[in-house]
């Protein structure tokens, strides 16, 4: 077995989803030792709890909705598009590791992995112009 340095993700993704860090570095140690068969669908696991506590976190009131849904159902709900575009493709991608047929044959891991990474950046993104905004409201008039 080979040692594997482990990936470290934002506070703020790692707030959303506790899970979400341990499952990618899992997947990312199947990876680096050749189990490529088994690396992609830890990844496309990995981006469904990220996704699913993603949205949890901020529609509480239908958790168990969002648990029991399929994966491309939950991404939808997603209101930043950049997210949900991203997540779309990922998820796609996820698929074709899992399914007997692949759909997507000019796709690989690394292409599954870039797009995962582009999802946790935009949602990082919106949790820190979030908390700005929150910080620093609006001043009822303007400061020019």
């Known amino acids: 077995?080979?040692?594997?340095?482990?990936?470290?993700?934002?506070?703020?993704?790692?707030?959303?989803?506790?899970q979400f860090e341990a499952i990618y570095n899992q997947s990312k140690i199947s990876e680096e030792n050749g189990l490529h068969l088994i690396a992609g669908p830890g990844y496309r696991k990995e981006l469904e709890f990220l996704v699913k506590d993603y949205l949890?976190?901020?529609?509480?009131?239908?958790?168990?909705?969002?648990?029991?849904?399929?994966?491309?159902?939950?991404i939808k709900r997603i209101k930043e598009k950049r997210?949900?575009?991203?997540?779309?493709?990922?998820?796609?991608?996820?698929?074709?590791?899992?399914?007997?047929?692949?759909?997507?044959?000019?796709?690989?891991?690394?292409?599954?992995?870039?797009?995962?990474?582009m999802v946790v950046d935009w949602i990082d993104l919106v949790e820190r112009s979030d908390e700005y905004e929150?910080?620093?409201?609006?001043?009822?008039?303007?400061?020019?």
């Open 1 to 18: 077995m080979e040692y594997v340095e482990f990936e470290k993700f934002p506070e703020s993704i790692t707030s959303i989803s506790s």
């Open 83 to 117: 997210i949900e575009a991203c997540a779309s493709r990922a998820a796609w991608l996820g698929n074709d590791e899992t399914h007997y047929v692949r759909k997507w044959e000019d796709k690989d891991l690394e292409d599954l992995k870039n797009l995962i990474k």
């Open 134 to 144: 929150a910080a620093m409201p609006s001043p009822e008039v303007p400061v020019f």
């Open 56 to 74: 949890i976190r901020s529609d509480s009131k239908n958790e168990e909705k969002i648990k029991k849904e399929l994966l491309g159902t939950a």
